[in-house]
């Protein structure tokens, strides 16, 4: 797609000359997100309204445009990669708290706000908002609505579809429509609410979202277990859920990221350890001290090797440092990655971090094991170096190797991250022809002309 | 009800024949549960399906705390099976006792459970579907995480029989808590009692089921020998330990409001209240087409109350009105099949919901807008596998 000079100078009128940019350079830095991938972006709009949305869309749908809409492109499947050209629709301006509704648990918000803003709004309150992606710090609630973000606190608490009451959404033709509302329950005909969650901006642009929020449980625990295997670990995690006991939290790291960890928080992380669980429950303080007996009871029983309860808020915060800062932390051992998200049934935890270890060595590739292992989540992180044009072809194969492993074992090829581009070649894997039509047509009647977002997850174009 | 087609198949390729069959004959296919509590009375010319027989767990996964079921199951029954085995599934609705698990997808009725335990979507881990054209999709599994592309099972479920039929279901399963109690508290107004219960959960205490029933409704209910007043019922569950202070925490809130207060600690009478409850509300819902179930949010609850008290007192025969805070909903029904002449309470009642702010009712046939109804028409003619969707633009508003 190439936009002509009028395209272009209709685009900048709606939103006004300080709100776009044309430059090369700035161009530059919408080229990419959080993956390898990169695009082509033709102009990059900031708009501040949902009027300016819509007639950005009208506009766009006019003339055939895509409409690639990003947050803080923190995405990891490459789904705000311009590939296809077009506007990039960067929704950051658009960051206001416009209502918060404390009796009702319901916050509104613009698409732009960062979750780290909504929390610490939210905190002094008593009050959170349970998804909490690792990326919190920089991404924002639109992104983590069209991705479907997830979190360690999921297990307990579920994902972001989970707390989306409403959307007012821009719809390809530039129509502005409610969809759901403020309401617990939504009476529609069909739940186009949870459809558009995870929808990665190819169905509608979120202009407003409806979002229910918790008030802080009275009381947390959280502990910290270490074991000679990641297998014991994954063991560890079916036998806690087992007692009857659903945990906040429950992540596991392996040995590589336990180290790569301790060398950037040098908090006294045991090095030698083959994988280690952070787990956290919440409740009344009167019920916790039973449910970590049971868990020290369980991890013990799954040989841990030592078991620990944070004794201060400062220590707890220290082992939520190490653990969220983790992905960044490889970097002192290769200068690239790529986060791999597959998801499995808690009880097949063990068989796909053994295929994973087999993958490490048979492409002689170090992959870190990350996982939200109460709710079968892992992020292997296969380390390499992007300037070497072998390893970013064998990382490609490790990738799809990945993916094989989950689907033989029951499992999907996302958890969390979405579909985007990089895991739309492997879609056809999980679901069958007659399900991949469905998903096909389901985005023609929302987006006939196919632009927004255009072929992400998948193809019709 | 004997004048409608109730084919009841044994097994799942008879199931897929028959839709097969009435979607070439043009025949809308429902379940025989509509029949009962349904919003309006039905076509005779259309197919009401009778799962009973495809009744059966195909997979209890221990191990992962999933079950695997066979849609025709009820879901009353599924849910006992699974307690026995020392599992809870935290959903249920008035409607549990007399419906298959089948029905509860279709309609994705407000859960009782929802204010602690999220909502029925958010335990569908898979299903199995059979599209009017008979082909068989499979969505989802054991996984309790999946982006995989659009969510397809949540489209599904609530579409009420339009998209396609929900033949086997994956749902996840909790551990059963290790101690429960209900505690029950009556009223001298429907309004006090609806109060005293927006104050508890405004206050932070979260009951697993928190209902306040009109005195109509609480007298009908076998076994409740209770007086014939505005009754608060709450359940609530988790760990031992905890149990005591959440019981003092209710009884300080609610001490502004009553006193008379019972407390039922043993976990047979504990069901057998929910079952009663239940089987009149179905019973009552079986016997007239004419009721409202409405959605809000907890802070309208308490004027909405008033207004609809209001009304059922201009009622003659009895109305029954139950309260769910656990989802903000309601439900308005009459409990006799006689009905003042002359006056027509349902519209009178639709008016009051109509005019309170963020109060919705359910059993929508279509979207408000002219554009998502364009997309609604669209996705089922996908569904229905009838070819290309229309592309063009959609009508104007």
């Keep these: 797609m190439t936009l002509a000079a009028h395209q272009l100078s209709k685009l900048v009128s709606i939103v006004g000359a300080g709100n776009a940019t044309l430059t090369k350079e700035e161009l530059l830095v919408y080229e990419y997100d959080a993956t390898l991938l990169k695009g082509d972006p033709e102009i990059i709009l900031f708009p501040k309204t949902t009027e300016q949305i819509s007639k950005i869309m009208a506009f766009a749908c006019q003339e055939g445009i895509p409409v690639n809409t990003r947050g803080a492109g923190t995405n990891l499947s490459g789904g705000t990669i311009p590939d296809q050209g077009g506007i990039v629709l960067a929704l950051t301006k658009m960051n206001k708290i416009l209502e918060l509704d404390l009796a009702n648990h319901v916050v509104v918000v613009e698409p732009g706000v960062i979750n780290q803003d909504l929390q610490e709004y939210l905190a002094p309150l008593g009050y959170y908002f349970p998804p909490d992606p690792a990326s919190m710090k920089a991404c924002t609630l639109g992104g983590n609505v069209a991705e479907c973000s997830g979190g360690p606190r999921c297990l307990k608490y579920g994902v972001t579809r989970d707390y989306v009451l409403g959307l007012e959404v821009v719809l390809s033709s530039g129509e502005v429509v409610i969809l759901g509302g403020k309401n617990p329950v939504n009476p529609e005909p069909l739940d186009l609410v949870r459809l558009m969650v995870g929808s990665e901006g190819t169905l509608g642009i979120f202009t407003k979202l409806f979002l229910r929020i918790k008030r802080f449980s009275h009381a947390k625990e959280t502990m910290l277990c270490t074991f000679d295997s990641v297998k014991e670990a994954s063991q560890a995690v079916s036998s806690i859920i087992s007692q009857g006991i659903v945990p906040t939290t429950l992540e596991m790291m392996d040995n590589l990221l336990i180290n790569c960890a301790e060398d950037f928080t040098h908090i006294g992380l045991d090095r030698t350890a083959g994988a280690l669980l952070l787990i956290e429950v919440d409740g009344h303080q009167e019920e916790l001290a039973d449910q970590v007996a049971v868990i020290q009871r369980v991890c013990r029983q799954n040989n841990s090797r030592e078991f620990k309860v944070a004794q201060s808020t400062a220590e707890t915060d220290r082992l939520w440092v190490a653990r969220r800062t983790v992905i960044g932390a490889v970097a002192r051992k290769r200068p690239s990655y790529s986060l791999q998200d597959v998801t499995v049934p808690r009880s097949k935890l063990p068989e796909i971090v053994e295929k994973i270890v087999n993958l490490s060595m048979e492409y002689d590739l170090p992959i870190g094991v990350l996982a939200h292992a109460g709710d079968g989540n892992l992020h292997p992180l296969v380390l390499f170096d992007e300037r070497i044009e072998a390893e970013v072809e064998k990382v490609h194969l490790v990738e799809e190797k990945i993916c094989e492993s989950a689907l033989m074992l029951g499992g999907t090829i996302s958890g969390e991250h979405g579909i985007g581009l990089l895991k739309r070649p492997f879609l056809a894997n999980e679901f069958s022809p007659e399900a991949i039509f469905l998903k096909k047509q389901l985005k023609l009647a929302f987006d006939p002309k196919n632009i927004l977002n255009p072929d992400k997850i998948v193809e019709v174009g | 009800m004997e004048n409608y087609q109730q084919p009841a198949p044994t097994d799942f390729t008879q199931l897929q024949s028959l839709i097969v069959e009435s979607h070439q004959m043009g025949q809308k296919i429902l379940l025989k549960e509509n029949l009962f509590p349904s919003h309006s009375l039905p076509d005779s010319s259309d197919l009401f399906l009778d799962l009973s027989h495809l009744n059966h767990?195909?997979?209890?996964?221990?191990?992962?705390?999933?079950?695997?079921?066979?849609?025709?199951?009820?879901?009353?029954?599924?849910?006992?099976?699974?307690?026995?085995?020392?599992?809870?599934?935290?959903?249920?609705?008035?409607?549990?006792?007399?419906?298959?698990?089948?029905?509860?997808?279709?309609?994705?009725?407000?859960?009782s459970y929802q204010g602690k335990y999220g909502s029925l979507r958010q335990y569908v881990t898979g299903l199995e579907v059979i599209l009017p054209d008979g082909t068989v999709i499979n969505l989802g599994g054991k996984c309790i995480k999946n982006v995989s592309g659009y969510d397809l099972m949540g489209l599904l479920i609530g579409s009420k029989e339009r998209l396609g039929l929900i033949s086997k279901a994956t749902l996840r399963l909790l551990p059963v808590p290790e101690a429960s109690q209900v505690i029950c508290a009556r009223f001298d107004s429907l309004t006090a009692a609806v109060t005293a219960a927006s104050q508890l959960l405004l206050n932070g205490s979260i009951p697993a089921k928190i209902q306040v029933l009109n005195a109509s409704l609480a007298s009908a209910v076998n076994g409740l020998v209770f007086p014939a007043k505005p009754l608060l019922i709450a359940e609530f569950d988790g760990f031992k330990p905890a149990m005591p202070k959440e019981i003092q925490f209710f009884k300080k809130i609610i001490s502004d409001y009553s006193n008379d207060i019972t407390e039922i600690t043993n976990p047979l009478e504990i069901a057998k209240l929910w079952l009663e409850l239940g089987n009149t509300i179905s019973q009552a819902a079986a016997k007239s087409p004419s009721k409202l179930l409405f959605t809000s949010q907890l802070t309208d609850l308490s004027g909405l109350s008033t207004e609809l008290i209001q009304l059922a007192v201009l009622e003659k025969h009895p109305l029954g009105i139950l309260i769910d805070l656990g989802n903000s909903s309601g439900l308005l029904l009459?409990?006799?099949?006689?009905?003042?002449?002359?006056?027509?309470?349902?519209?009178?009642?639709?008016?009051?919901?109509?005019?309170?702010?963020?109060?919705?009712?359910?059993?929508?046939?279509?979207?408000?807008?002219?554009?998502?109804?364009?997309?609604?028409?669209?996705?089922?003619?996908?569904?229905?596998?009838?070819?290309n969707i229309d592309l063009s633009c959609p009508p104007a508003q």
């Design chain 2, 57 to 111: 767990i195909i997979d209890l996964d221990q191990e992962n705390f999933t079950v695997t079921a066979a849609g025709g199951i009820n879901f009353f029954a599924l849910q006992n099976q699974l307690r026995d085995k020392g599992f809870f599934l935290p959903l249920d609705n008035y409607f549990s006792p007399q419906t298959s698990l089948t029905y509860q997808l279709s309609q994705a009725l407000p859960s």
């Design chain 2, 334 to 387: 009459p409990l006799a099949e006689e009905q003042s002449p002359g006056w027509d309470w349902l519209s009178q009642a639709e008016n009051v919901i109509h005019q309170t702010l963020n109060c919705r009712l359910f059993g929508m046939k279509t979207f408000h807008n002219a554009e998502i109804n364009h997309i609604f028409q669209n996705l089922l003619v996908a569904f229905e596998r009838r070819g």
